[in-house]
């Protein structure tokens, strides 16, 4: 079947896309978006949003290895750049739950070709997504990110940082505040809860690794302000809810002042 011009264009766009490392690397910040439900169509809508990556939820999400495989290069085709959270600390991108130095060498193992790490070779799909040699791409292209969610990571973060390999660390707001004492969500009212995102921010500038962090639209600017170059301001699901929500309410007035009722 020959390939359309349209179609064409859009994998050259792909190939051409500069990596999130290539935008750390030259001072650049990031914000992006998460994607929990398994589908390739959502995945596709959210990439097309504009987002510099967009994050598959193998964690928390209803994502499995197979919806992954499908939703991957649907962000690539959206015109963003696909990542993924992997269940555990074991073969992925973004890794849950680091907290000690062993936890992230086995992290960099798992994203690294030998000799850096133990990573097993069989690019099957992903060497037919650039002109380079995989070998050679994943060098400069993937992205080792533990995530910083505990007290316990804060307290060991300079030799975590120290890592070879890392290169992004990404706070997960809800666990921390838990280990905190807060309870889960971002708790910016509390002193407790920012002094612990500015040690973050301030070991990662020291460290020269990038700082990432959940956050919200209405929460990007500080987090960019405390030095946060990596953001996720939204979800699917918090997206569809807000949306729904929105047009639902809208219905409810446009139609209370149509017949004058309220219910």
Known sequence: MLMSDE???????????????????????????????????????????????????????????ADAASMIPAIGFGGSRPIARAPWNEPGIIVPMVNTVAEAEAAVRACRY?????????????????????????????????????????????DILAVPGIDA???????????????????????????????????CERAGVVSGIHATGALAADRLSRGFRMVTVGGDIQAMKSGLAA??????????SADGSMY
């Open 247 to 256: 047009e639902l309410d809208l219905a409810r007035d446009e139609r209370s």
């Open 114 to 158: 030998a000799p850096e790490g133990a990573r097993s070779w069989g690019p099957t799909a992903t060497q037919a997504r650039t002109d380079r040699p995989y070998f050679e791409w994943v060098q400069d292209n993937v992205a080792c990110i533990p995530m910083i969610e505990t007290t316990q990571a804060i307290d060991n973060l300079d």
């Open 7 to 65: 179609t064409r264009e859009k994998r050259e766009r792909m190939r051409d896309l500069p990596g999130l490392r290539a935008i750390w690397n030259s001072g650049g910040s990031t914000f992006g978006s998460w994607t929990s439900v398994p589908s390739m169509m959502t995945a596709e809508a959210t990439a097309r949003a504009g987002f510099d990556y967009v994050c598959v939820d193998m964690q928390h999400g209803a994502i499995d290895y």
């Open 169 to 203: 660390v990404y706070v997960g707001p809800a666990d921390l505040s838990i280990t905190l004492g807060l309870g889960p969500g971002n708790h910016d009212e509390s002193t407790l809860f920012t002094e612990a995102l500015d040690t973050i921010a301030a070991a």
